[in-house]
C-alpha cells in the first residue's frame, strides 16, 4: 500500500516548463534544423562542381573568440544574479551586450574582406551560401542583443535577482544557442570550404 502511494505521488506531479521557456526550446530547434538544411545544400551543391576557391576572412577567429569570451560574460551575469550580485549582473551583462555589438561589427567586416577578395553574394553559389550563412546568424545575433538590451534594462530596475531568473535564463539558453552554433559554422566553413 505505501508503495502505490510513493507511486502515486510521483505520477501526479505534472512534468512543467514555463510557456516561453518552451516556445524558446521549439524556437532553437527550428533554428537549428534550419542551418542543418543549409549546411546539407551546402554539401550537396559543392559536389557537383564549379564552386569557387577562397580562403575563409581572418575575422572569423576573431568573432569566434569574441563569441566565446560573451557566453563566458553571460554566464557570470547568471551566476550574480543567483547571487543577487546586482553590480556583478549589470557589470557582465553590459560586457556581454558589448560583445554581442562587437561580434556584429566583426561580421560586417568579414564581408568587407570577402568583398576584397572577390567573393559575392550573386555569382558563385560558394560566396552566396557564405554570405546566407553569416547574414541568417546575423539576424538572429541580432534579435540576441536586443534580447540582451531588455534583461540589461530589467536588471537596473531589480527585476531579475535569485528570485526571478525566468527572463535571465531564457536569454542565456540563447545567446549561448547562438554562440554554439556560430562555432558550428565556422568549424564547419573550415573543414568544407
Known amino acids: 500500500m ?27 530547434v527550428t533554428v537549428l534544423m534550419v542551418f542543418a538544411a543549409l549546411t ?29 569570451l560573451s557566453s563566458v560574460c553571460i554566464q557570470a551575469a547568471y551566476f550574480s544574479a543567483k547571487k543577487d550580485n546586482f553590480l556583478g549582473l549589470r557589470i557582465w551583462m553590459v560586457l556581454t551586450v558589448l560583445l554581442g555589438i562587437a561580434f556584429l561589427v ?39 542583443v536586443i534580447f540582451l538590451i531588455i534583461v540589461l534594462i530589467s536588471t537596473f530596475r531589480y527585476k531579475v535577482h535569485s528570485q526571478a531568473m525566468n527572463t535571465l535564463e531564457m536569454a542565456t539558453t540563447y545567446w549561448h544557442f547562438l554562440g554554439g552554433l556560430w562555432l558550428y559554422l565556422f568549424l564547419f566553413l573550415l573543414l568544407n570550404h
Open 2 to 28: 505505501e508503495s502505490e502511494l510513493k507511486y502515486l505521488d510521483i505520477v501526479e506531479q505534472p512534468i512543467s516548463m514555463h510557456p516561453k521557456k518552451f516556445a524558446l526550446w521549439l524556437f532553437l
Open 40 to 68: 546539407s545544400a551546402y554539401i550537396v551543391r559543392q559536389a557537383e562542381g564549379n564552386w569557387l576557391e577562397y580562403e575563409l576572412p581572418e575575422i572569423f577567429w576573431i568573432t569566434s573568440g569574441i563569441v566565446l
Open 106 to 144: 566583426g561580421q560586417w567586416y568579414s564581408w568587407v574582406a570577402l568583398v576584397d577578395r572577390e567573393v559575392f553574394f550573386v555569382g558563385n553559389p560558394a560566396g552566396s551560401f557564405l554570405y546566407v550563412f553569416t547574414g541568417l546568424h546575423a539576424v538572429h545575433l541580432i534579435s540576441g
